[in-house]
């Protein structure tokens, strides 16, 4: 078949620094994060080696940590022929520093960075404002889009090199905004729906013979599809990848009990959230499989806000739209606690986590008297969730009207938040919110990137919308506290600038 997406860029780059702490080693700093590997030129003699070790951090001692956080262990040995060799790598690595170490005699005459990523063209998205935390946050996010989007979008460049479900929702919202165009996007749709022939349900890891099933992600793949829809109108699109969201709520359906709600959901792991110690002390026991009977929040707030979604795909393709409002009523009968205004974590519990509201009021399941409630609710918890989940709260504040919640959150200098990742050196986002809030955590994780949609469409407030003339709407919500601030982003075959100047009011230009 025609190859759906664009080559990858693959070029070389001089290293920000190298430097010769002896006469037999050479350390590289390629300045940030970058996906690649070393391209290298030295002579010798036949069997002389090189070892060459790369890693994404130092060490407390200055030295390259190659046994990486993340759980590769970038270790190579180069033996060389006689006279000048040349070392092109085989495969890539997520790194930004390296050690070269070499046998006496040996001469390394020349050190290239070879860096590869999907095409970027960095001049069509661009912000600047007085808020230096913002800019840095956005570049961050940017550059971790740009290299964590290789073939198809990876969880990460390290260790799983996988396109993971969940995480492409996130990357996917950012990808296209960056770049203006949606050919990767779908050649990530028809990934995961052609995974139907092994499970109506979807697998959560496309392309790849990674055989793993996450409920949460199959359950997002709707989102996907309603994003293409959202910056392109193509309706033969949507109707043509309709039938697979069908058979993903036919498929869930099985678990469904008299009230339409998921009970035990056992072949798919239930995620929540990850890693572990970030679920909030959610309230059901989340064994894989799941081994107690009984229903649960999170996995009925992503079924219903399936059902939801698919609905409207069904209005949008005139098709007769399913009822989603009676699961919606079930949903609320069973998770809301009406004297807290809270909803609870499974059917016998009491207790509340941020998981069980942040779904609840991103898919619009809450009362509408009781919004503002579960809002306060998740304004005074912060992100004690994953990084994943931030995209889903910060979007359901913004939803509830909460925008100036939203900026503080995403400006935030706790130890949960992309200051935190900056304060610990990042020139890309972790994977959590710090190095040591998981046990392997890497630090190129496109699932973070939520800030770049979140700052286009809530804060700057361009909304793709193909029902309006121009295919978007703009109600900006930059707060007072940011003087100046200036945002490019690119819209079909032009270019958006929205600006704002001390002291007037924001303005949108085409260009």
């Given at each position: ?65 190659y046994d990486m956080r993340c759980g590769c262990k970038y270790e190579e040995i180069w033996t060389l022929a ?396 930059i707060p007072e506290s940011i003087k100046t601030f200036e945002l490019k982003v690119p819209w079909k075959n ?18």
């Amino acid at each position: 078949m025609p190859q759906p997406t664009k080559q990858l860029l693959v070029y070389q780059k001089r290293p920000a620094l190298v430097k010769q702490p002896t006469e037999n080693t050479w350390f590289i700093d390629a300045g940030e994060e970058v996906t690649g590997g070393l391209y290298l030129r030295a002579e010798g003699k036949a069997g002389q080696k090189i070892r060459i070790l790369c890693g994404e951090e130092l060490t407390e001692e200055g030295k390259v940590r190659y046994d990486m956080r993340c759980g590769c262990k970038y270790e190579e040995i180069w033996t060389l022929a006689d006279g000048e060799c040349e070392l092109e790598p085989f495969d890539y690595k997520g790194f930004r520093y390296a050690l070269l170490e070499a046998e006496k005699g040996v001469i390394v005459k020349e050190i290239q960075l070879s860096l590869r990523h999907y095409p970027l063209n960095e001049s069509l998205c661009m912000l600047k404002t007085d808020n230096i935390w913002l800019n840095r946050i956005f570049l961050m996010c940017k550059n971790t889009v740009k290299y964590g989007t290789q073939e198809a979008y990876l969880d990460c460049p390290t260790r799983e090199k996988g396109q993971y479900l969940g995480d492409a929702v996130i990357t996917a919202r950012s990808q296209v905004w960056l770049t203006g165009s949606t050919e990767m996007l779908r050649k990530c749709i028809d990934q995961f729906s052609q995974t139907s022939a092994v499970c109506s349900g979807l697998l959560a890891v496309a392309p790849g013979s990674t055989m793993q099933e996450i409920a949460d992600f199959s359950l997002l793949w709707p989102e996907l599809l309603m994003t293409d829809y959202l910056f392109t109108g193509d309706k033969k699109f949507l109707a043509k990848y309709y039938p697979v969201a069908e058979k993903i709520l036919n498929y869930f359906s099985k678990y469904a009990g008299k009230n339409g709600l998921l009970n035990q959901v056992a072949e798919k792991w239930n995620l929540v959230d990850w890693p572990e110690n970030l679920r909030d002390n959610y309230d059901f026991s989340l064994t894989r499989p799941i081994v107690n009977s009984g229903y649960h929040n999170v996995i009925n707030a992503l079924y219903a806000g399936a059902v939801k979604t698919v609905s409207y795909i069904e209005e949008i393709l005139g098709y007769p739209a399913r009822n989603w409002t009676e699961l919606r009523d079930a949903y609320c009968k069973m998770f809301f606690r009406e004297k807290a205004g809270v909803f609870a974590d499974s059917e016998k519990s009491c207790h509340a986590s941020v998981h069980s509201n942040i779904y609840a009021l991103y898919f619009g399941l809450v009362p509408e008297k009781h919004v503002e409630t579960v809002a306060d609710f998740l304004v005074k918890k912060g992100f004690c969730c994953g990084v994943m989940l931030s995209y889903y709260m910060l979007n359901a504040l913004a939803q509830a009207g909460r925008y100036r919640e939203v900026y503080q959150l995403v400006v935030n200098q706790s130890e949960h938040g992309w200051v935190n990742m900056l304060r610990e050196n990042a020139t890309t986002c972790f994977e959590a919110w710090g190095k040591e809030q998981k046990w392997n955590t890497s630090l190129c994780h496109p699932w973070a990137t939520a800030p770049i949609s979140i700052i286009i469409e809530q804060i700057a407030g361009i909304k793709p919308e193909p029902k309006m003339p121009q295919g978007y709407q703009w109600t900006p919500h930059i707060p007072e506290s940011i003087k100046t601030f200036e945002l490019k982003v690119p819209w079909k075959n032009k270019e958006l600038l929205i600006r704002k100047a001390k002291g007037q009011k924001p303005e949108l230009v085409n260009m």
